[in-house]
């Protein structure tokens, strides 16, 4: 079974056409400035054919570019399948479900009306995703599609741990409440744990870091998110490359009245201008960061240890919550790559029963068990595999 999987924004769309069931890669790559000047890069997995890198393509809207994708992948020279009858289903990435989804569905009519329903939720990224949907629809007229979203996993937080210490009605009218964000990441690497420790998701406790440029920690309880700390918005909870993470809100009112801003200026500043980035001054990206610290910048020193100090506060408390722990997952860009970071986000953390093994967390972008071998909570590297995730749940929906 093949299934093309998409995830559309405002002017780019990423794609990858998969083998659910071998997790194998047949092509994937990226149309960008859509309705501008159309880039398109095509990278075929299938040896001997070509990789066509950000060549000039007409796309003006995301219909053409993903008629673009489709005329690549079954290309006389340089396709990876004969014709479209090999392409199965689509899975799209949606960003936000709501509280209408609580899992993966088959799209209709009442799933767009349900998609459209939660833009005042996620108004940058909902309609992008819509016009993806509604382009592979008109392209791809008949080929059952699924919506995968973002915030489904943790649908299953309980109200305890959604709840917003506001007035209730602005829950109960305006659906005010924490949503989470990366679920497929954290449901992947849940799965991925799970099979690594011999036992089934259900019986374990799992805490799940998904560190990068944007950033999240999950408690996965007997295989379901019982809590994170991503929120209404992805802005909410660790400081990220740009963004703020939790803070006091009275900050906003003392800031805006104190330097004039508006309320698109303060979140600007929240949301692009802040994090890691904003304490360094040097930039968002740690790799950068952990050199300006080792050349002497405090201040990139301080970004980098208030992040670490951010996800060990986290660990230590979904322990708390879920009374207890049995493993521990680093998985994402700064997750899967800084074998510093993940290191000093362990270290303290002994009093839980784990043991760090230096040795075997020196390394990058595989899967591997980076604890002692006597370590009480095993720590685990997993690369994430988004993409993956949604085939998966796609081909479930589809076969």
């Known amino acids: 079974m093949n299934v093309l999987v998409i995830n559309a924004g405002s002017s780019s769309l990423k794609y990858q056409l998969m083998d659910p069931d071998t997790g194998v890669v047949l092509a994937k790559g990226l149309c960008e400035r859509i309705g501008i000047d159309g880039k398109f890069t095509y990278k075929p997995q299938v040896e001997g054919k070509e990789t066509l890198k950000a060549v000039d393509v007409a796309m003006p809207t995301h ?18 399948i004969g014709s479209m009858k090999e392409i199965d289903a689509v899975g799209h990435r949606v960003v936000h479900g709501g509280e209408a989804f609580n899992q993966s569905v088959r799209i209709d009519e009442n799933v767009m009306k349900a998609i459209e329903d939660c833009i005042p939720l996620a108004p940058l990224h909902n309609p992008a995703n819509i016009t993806g ?23 299953t937080m309980p109200a305890k741990a959604f709840t917003y210490a506001l007035p209730y009605e602005y829950y109960k009218n305006d659906k005010v409440r924490r949503y989470g964000f990366h679920g497929t990441s954290h449901k992947y690497v849940t799965g991925r744990a799970a099979a690594m420790l011999g036992k089934p998701a259900e019986e374990l406790k799992i805490i799940t870091c998904h560190l990068g440029n944007g950033s999240s920690v999950t408690a996965v309880d007997g295989g379901k998110s019982v809590d994170t700390s991503m929120g209404f918005t992805p802005l909410a909870g660790l400081p990220m490359g740009t963004r703020s993470g939790d803070l006091d809100a009275g900050i906003l009112q003392y800031l805006m009245n104190k330097h004039g801003l508006n309320i698109d200026e303060m979140l600007n500043i929240l949301n692009k201008k802040s994090g890691v980035q904003g304490v360094s001054g040097v930039s968002s990206d740690f790799r950068d960061l952990e050199e300006a610290a080792k050349a002497g910048n405090e201040q990139a020193a301080l970004a980098v240890d208030m992040f670490n100090y951010g996800v060990k506060k986290l660990i230590g408390a979904y322990a708390a919550a879920m009374g207890g722990v049995d493993a521990i997952v680093f998985t994402a860009g700064v997750g899967e790559n800084s074998v510093s970071q993940r290191l000093d986000i362990a270290s303290g ?8 093994d230096a040795e075997a967390n020196n390394c990058r972008g595989k899967e591997a068990v980076i604890s002692a071998a006597d370590s009480k909570v095993k720590v685990l590297l997993i690369p994430t595999d988004e993409e993956l995730m949604i085939a998966r749940d796609t081909a479930a929906l589809c076969r």
């Open 63 to 80: 219909s053409e570019a993903i008629q673009t994708v489709l005329d690549a992948l079954v290309d006389a020279k340089n396709g990876v």
């Open 133 to 155: 949907i509604r382009a592979c629809e008109k392209v791809m007229p008949g080929v059952p599609m699924v919506a995968v979203f973002d915030t489904a996993f943790h649908q």
């Open 349 to 356: 953390l002994e009093f839980m029963g784990v043991k760090m």
